[in-house]
């Protein structure tokens, strides 16, 4: 798994890098993606879907910092245990995609009290 889970969520950020930091759970698919849209900065090609999601998330050449983390303090789409877990395995699958074919670095990280509930909802 490509997560990360720390318990001082603002402690793993440097000066350099691109943050997108979510305090809030976001609970509908909507909402998530209109977040991640407007903090990620994704390009007026992006429609609202997971596929375009991870289109973005493989691409984001617009970003120009080496390394982009993603923090959650909360679980979103709690709601929604398919979509929790679509979201959840293309979080993993870009992070594992940007080890091995590109330059940047991307980290996924959620709170230790996390990591149980993740796993769950992957494993389902």
Request: glycine letters at 0%; one cysteine or more.
């Amino acid at each position: 798994m490509s997560f990360s889970y720390i318990s001082n969520l603002e402690s793993i950020a440097q000066q350099d890098d691109f943050i997108i930091y979510f305090p809030e759970s976001l609970n509908s698919k909507e909402s998530l993606l209109n977040e991640f849209s407007k903090k990620a900065l994704f390009p007026d090609y992006f429609s609202m879907n997971w596929d375009s999601f991870e289109e973005c998330l493989r691409d984001l050449s617009w970003i120009k910092q080496k390394r982009l983390i993603i923090i959650h303090k909360h679980l979103p789409l709690l709601n929604s245990k398919k979509n929790l877990k679509i979201y959840l395995e293309i979080l993993n699958d870009a992070s594992t995609y940007w080890k091995l074919y590109e330059p940047h670095e991307l980290l996924i990280i959620f709170p230790t009290s996390l990591k149980e509930s993740i796993e769950t909802a992957l494993n389902k």
